[in-house]
């Protein structure tokens, strides 16, 4: 590509006597973190290739918070360890859904997407969570998950089950407090955070259904019982 300096004269002329025809919208009601605006894009979006949900909350929402999504799942530790990119926003949904559920312990109103609508746009510009305790949260969390845990444990049937990474990394999460250094804490217990979390994935019902029944798993109720199962088990850990 080139900077407009570096384009011909001819070139330059014909941009600028170009028209460019510009709706500006805005939603002054309902109230309700800029549906409308989802909705018209989702509609405009039909006609051409189509746009994933994350795909449409990245397009409406400008603010740091998705400049800080999207940074993140470009961490290249995301394929190495995991075999995932962010060509269509699959990682960087999976990091938006990781801080609204560790927030939100599990719990959301109506469908995933709308949560995760809602979610991205109180937060646009962090507002409700600072960067540096959404840094913080992600960084060290994220490097327990990496160092602890590899591709094998979130593939149970031949493909990684997303849900179960998501659930193991809030329940990581859950237990910072306790964990003085994350690199000793891993190195010290590796080989017990691998027992536990096979333990916890062959032995208990609860966990073993939601690893099988993909429709149940991103039911509120399922998530947070999975997710406060697993918090306590790795908080026997060390």
């Excluded at 995933?112 to 305790?133: R, Y």
């Excluded at 998950?145 to 990684?160: M, Q, R, S, V, Y």
Aim: glycine fraction near 4%; charged fraction near 25%.
């Amino acid at each position: 590509g080139k900077t407009f300096d570096q384009l011909t004269e001819d070139q330059k002329k014909r941009i600028q006597n170009t028209y460019l025809y510009i709706v500006n919208l805005k939603q002054t009601s309902p109230d309700d973190n800029n549906s409308s605006m989802y909705l018209v894009f989702e509609r405009i979006n039909t006609g051409s290739t189509r746009l994933n949900p994350q795909q449409i909350r990245l397009c409406i929402s400008h603010g740091k918070y998705s400049k800080f999504l999207c940074e993140k799942a470009l961490n290249p530790e995301w394929t190495n360890s995991f075999g995932i990119n962010d060509k269509s926003g699959t990682i960087s949904e999976l990091i938006l859904r990781f801080i609204s559920l560790y927030y939100s312990k599990g719990y959301y109103k109506g469908s995933m997407k709308t949560f995760l609508d809602k979610s991205i746009k109180e937060n646009d510009n962090f507002e409700i969570h600072s960067e540096t305790e959404i840094t913080k949260l992600y960084e060290e969390s994220f490097y327990i998950l990496c160092n602890a845990f590899t591709l094998k444990d979130f593939t149970p049937n031949k493909t990684i089950n997303g849900y179960l990474l998501l659930v193991t990394w809030i329940a990581v999460a859950n237990i910072l407090p306790k964990i003085k250094n994350k690199e000793i804490w891993v190195l010290s217990n590796k080989e017990e955070i691998q027992k536990v979390f096979s333990r916890s994935c062959s032995d208990n019902r609860d966990v073993a259904s939601f690893i099988q029944d993909t429709r149940r798993a991103s039911k509120t109720e399922t998530l947070q019982n999975i997710i406060s199962i697993m918090t306590n088990e790795f908080d026997k850990i060390g």
